[in-house]
């Protein structure tokens, strides 16, 4: 009922930027949070972003200073805007929503994955 579509990766040089995106679609009501996790070859995935719907926004350590997380409420649409991008940062990028959504007189609330999209960085 809910589908989280991610776009944006793809080859870049150490240094340059890439902007990802998700956008969820589906009958939904309001999402609370969105992020960003991503996933390194043999290693587990790990947090990267988070923004509330009302624009807080919360990042690791590892991204501070590099990524910015935004969203527009109104097109359920997260985005990933990633600058000075190192090797350490490539893996496969998932978007993440906490979605409240209508079926028939019910709501509901769960999480919802997208499908990630590779992000890789060269040396």
């Known amino acids: 009922q809910v589908q989280l579509v991610e776009s944006g990766g793809g080859l870049v040089q150490a240094g340059g930027s890439l902007r990802l995106s998700c956008a969820a679609s589906?009958?939904?009501?309001?999402?609370?949070?969105m992020d960003w996790y991503r996933q390194a070859p043999g290693k587990q995935r790990e947090f990267v972003a988070a923004i509330t719907s009302g624009g807080d926004t919360n990042y690791a350590d590892s991204v501070k200073g590099r990524f910015t997380i935004s969203r527009d409420n109104a097109k359920n649409t997260v985005w990933l805007q990633m600058n000075s991008l190192k090797p350490e940062d490539t893996a496969v990028y998932y978007c993440?929503?906490?979605?409240?959504?209508?079926?028939?007189?019910?709501?509901?609330?769960?999480?919802?994955w997208g499908q990630g999209t590779q992000v890789t960085v060269s040396s």
């Open positions: 993440n929503a906490d979605v409240t959504y209508s079926s028939g007189a019910f709501y509901y609330s769960d999480a919802y």
């Open positions: 589906g009958s939904i009501s309001t999402i609370r949070t």
